[in-house]
């Protein structure tokens, strides 16, 4: 067992974290190889190829972004993506997470996605076995391609469904392309089966686009920022129970805010927003989360018993079947 995890009062739960961007540099590569398309490495690394290059802003991020997805063409690939995030999430100290998977994006690039989820849900319980790490699945559509894409995509989420690990359905993506009310039916349908929701907001848009995202019946929000500065829209997410999936430093690399100093993390525990920290793309970001912590200990304040809270509040908002979250919550309760 990884040395982090020994101590279970510091383990932690990661609600936010793409599987594709966290596509390591060496896997990049290698499966950039394997797929005959040298030009990804050489417009998404350093020259020497150890790390990825920063972005200028939130526009490039997605172009950076759709470049490294479209490295991901088969089961095997998404296989050996899942297994080095797990090997990664270990060493973390990470004991669950709940990874967001491009359904929509493997839709548009022609990929088949029941296979896909096959290898992961395999590589899932490779990783629960070797490594102790509970991964569970979020199927993902992309806001600016539209509401008839997404219900695409959940029409396979749900063809997967649990017995393959699916729990949720998400929106990312470009959220000012589309108002978040346009996904409610969707959103609502998702929930009927049972599945947990969750729409990206407030990261490039404002307070408003979260309170839309909260309207149109997401259970949890991706990122909120931009909800932080505006108390009104704390105060609906904390009545209505709506949990703020906080990623400060993707924010700071994408520019959503200028720098970590400014992430309004303290704001959303003073309303009694329930939230976690999170990574979101931790390879492109060059991001850990149990830094995250430590920086925000550092740079925030937060405190110890904050971030136990904040573990706490995720298990409550995870999307984990009974089993799995029973697991969970011995593993943070028994203490070291
Ligand atoms: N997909 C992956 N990372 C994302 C982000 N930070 N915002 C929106 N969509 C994403
Ligand atoms: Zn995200």
Not at 199 to 213: D, M, N, Q, W
């Amino acid at each position: 067992m990884p040395e982090q995890i020994r101590d279970r009062r510091r383990a932690l739960l990661e609600l936010h974290v793409h599987l594709e961007g966290s596509l390591s540099p060496e896997l990049l590569r290698a499966l950039a190889e394997r797929h005959g398309q040298p030009g990804v490495p050489a417009a998404c690394l350093t020259p020497d190829g150890s790390r990825y290059l920063p972005v200028a802003g939130f526009a490039q991020f997605l172009e950076r972004y759709k470049a490294v997805v479209s490295v991901l063409r088969t089961p095997r690939d998404y296989h050996e993506a899942a297994l080095g995030l797990g090997a990664a999430l270990a060493g973390q100290g990470v004991i669950y997470a709940e990874v967001t998977v491009g359904y929509g994006v493997m839709h548009r690039l022609g990929v088949a996605v029941e296979p896909v989820q096959r290898a992961l849900h395999e590589a899932a319980a490779q990783v629960a076995q070797q490594q102790g790490v509970r991964m569970l699945w979020q199927a993902d559509a992309v806001r600016q391609w539209g509401v008839d894409a997404a219900w695409k995509a959940l029409e396979a989420a749900l063809r997967c469904g649990p017995g393959l690990g699916v729990v949720a359905f998400g929106v990312g993506g470009d959220e000012t392309a589309l108002p978040a009310g346009d996904f409610a039916p969707l959103l609502a349908a998702a929930a009927r089966e049972g599945f947990g929701t969750t729409l990206h907001a407030g990261e490039t848009g404002g307070p408003e686009s979260v309170r839309e995202a909260v309207l149109a019946g997401a259970q949890r929000i991706g990122h909120a920022t931009a909800a932080g500065g505006a108390p009104e829209v704390l105060a609906l997410m904390a009545g209505a129970g709506v949990f703020a999936e906080l990623c400060p430093g993707s924010n700071v690399a994408t520019g959503a805010v200028a720098g970590f100093e400014e992430h309004p993390l303290r704001a959303f525990l003073a309303a009694g927003v329930p939230c976690c920290l999170n990574t979101d793309d931790p390879a492109l970001f060059g991001l850990c989360l149990r830094r995250e912590y430590g920086r925000a200990r550092e740079v925030l304040g937060l405190l110890e018993i904050e971030e136990r809270r904040m573990q706490q509040q995720a298990l409550t908002a995870c999307f984990a079947p009974t089993g799995i979250r029973a697991e969970i919550e011995t593993l943070l309760s028994t203490g070291s």
